[in-house]
Nanobody
Framework: QVQVVESGGGLVQTGGSLRLSCTAS????????MAWFRQAPGKEREAVSC????????YYADSVKGRFTISRDNLKNTLYLQMNSLKVEDTAVYYC????????????????????WGQGTQVTVSS
């Protein structure tokens, strides 16, 4: 069975940083594009960033571009999201996501493209 587990969320002040981690098991991690989504209260889940199998290509939503960095360590089956210069509007539950199809890449994944989700990790940015 596939398990996807996020960690690293927490409470941080505006301008601070957090690093999220996601560990996926039960699949060949290195074969899949991985993505981060987030969902704020009362809002739809939205794509934040994604990264291809070998970390050659990546995508960032305009709202986080220049502040967030996605990376992965295929030897550890782990995906990361380094979040800097955090803003109140970054407050959300952040979800790790696995592409439905192995060995493909696209920018701006939708929720329909996701096969497996983590349970989410809460990020709260206070002013």
């Amino acid at each position: 069975q596939v398990q996807v587990v996020e960690s690293g969320g927490g409470l941080v002040q505006t301008g601070g940083s957090l690093r999220l981690s996601c560990t996926a098991s039960g699949l060949t991690f290195r074969d899949y594009t991985m993505a981060w989504f987030r969902q704020a209260p009362g809002k739809e889940r939205e794509a934040v960033s994604c990264i291809d199998q070998l970390a050659y290509r990546s995508y960032y939503a305009d709202s986080v571009k220049g502040r967030f960095t996605i990376s992965r360590d295929n030897l550890k089956n782990t995906l990361y999201l380094q979040m800097n210069s955090l803003k109140v509007e970054d407050t959300a539950v952040y979800y790790c996501a696995v592409d439905r199809q192995r060995m493909r890449y696209r920018d701006a994944y939708s929720i329909a493209d996701v096969a497996f989700w983590g349970q989410g990790t809460q990020v709260t940015v206070s002013s």
